[in-house]
């Protein structure tokens, strides 16, 4: 059983910053991409920023210069720095992460559950 826990979400005025966590816990062997989509009210969920098991990172084009992704490998878990918040940074914030359960088994993906982000105006 593998399960990714986010946190780190909220309430923030327009300018400011959260940070959001994701832990994966369960029976794991290795952890390859781990990335955060959003989804805002009546869209489709997009695609934030993404991280490498080696650290390459790469972003939508509406965050940045303002979003990090980073990764914790020891702790099976991936942060989001989000500064300079927007009102359209407003959604459900997912991890998701690419990962093996074994050193034979396939890669599939896991998501969690989702952290709601709200920036007011």
């Known amino acids: 059983q593998v399960q990714l826990v986010e946190s780190g979400g909220g309430l923030v005025q327009a300018g400011g910053s959260l940070r959001l966590s994701c832990a994966a816990s369960?029976?794991?062997?290795?952890?390859?991409?781990m990335g955060w989509y959003r989804q805002a009210p009546g869209k489709q969920r997009e695609l934030v920023a993404l991280?490498?098991?080696?650290?390459?990172?790469s972003y939508a084009d509406s965050v940045k210069g303002r979003f990090t992704i980073s990764r914790d490998n020891a702790k099976n878990t991936v942060y989001l720095q989000m500064n300079s918040l927007k009102p359209e940074d407003t959604g459900v914030y997912y991890c998701?992460?690419?990962?093996?359960?074994?050193?034979?088994?396939?890669?599939?993906?896991?998501w969690g559950q989702g952290t709601q982000v709200t920036v007011s105006s």
């Open positions: 369960g029976s794991i062997f290795s952890i390859n991409a």
């Open positions: 991280i490498t098991s080696v650290g390459s990172t």
């Open positions: 998701n992460a690419d990962l093996q359960k074994t050193y034979y088994g396939p890669t599939n993906t896991y």
